[in-house]
């Protein structure tokens, strides 16, 4: 269910029964994965509606499953301020890029959904990574930019200890 979930928050729109069943189980998929599907689908409105979302917002016809509520991922709103914050740092001030990047990397630190490892989890972690790395780069820029060059190494030696091959 955290899959299924978390795949129709982050593609935002209507996907194909065929397509989740894809991300769920890939090559694996059985005669009965309709009815498997179904199970997921209800344990999701269960969840919704112990969060206090109307569990009637998860709408599956019959052949597609759509997520009818107002919500944005981790990964939009880290998206969405690392550009903000590297506009700001263009515009000269450095001091908001700095907490822009430090609220992108904040956002992007949990590993996401750490029991699967499946292709789609792949690619989105993947797309963390990239983002990730783009905050750390924004920090130490911004960093160098207001005259803290011991923080900005501390970071950018951080960041190397974690990924030793990342030549940038």
């Known amino acids: 269910p955290q899959l299924v979930l978390a795949y129709l928050v982050i593609a935002g729109r209507s996907v194909a029964r065929d397509e989740v069943a894809d991300v769920l189980w890939g090559d694996d998929l059985s005669d009965h994965w309709p009815g498997a599907l179904r199970g997921v689908l209800s ?27 107002a919500v944005s991922s981790d990964l939009d709103v880290a998206e969405a301020t690392l550009a903000a914050g590297e506009a700001t740092f263009e515009s000269g001030d ?20 750490p029991h699967d490892d499946g292709e789609w989890t792949e690619r989105q972690r993947y797309r963390i990574e990239s983002l990730a790395r783009r905050a750390a780069q924004l920090q130490v820029r911004a960093l160098l930019a207001l005259h803290r060059p011991g923080d900005a190494a501390d970071l950018a030696h951080r960041y190397t200890e974690q990924h030793p091959f990342d030549e940038g």
Do not use: C, W, Y
Not at 95 to 111: F, K, N, V
């Open 43 to 69: 344990k999701i409105r269960a969840v919704l509606d112990r969060a206090s979302f109307d569990g009637a917002a998860l709408r599956s016809e019959d052949t597609s499953i759509r997520l009818d509520l």
């Open 94 to 113: 450095h001091g908001q890029a700095l907490a822009a990047g430090e609220d992108a990397a904040a956002a992007l630190s949990p590993r996401f959904l």
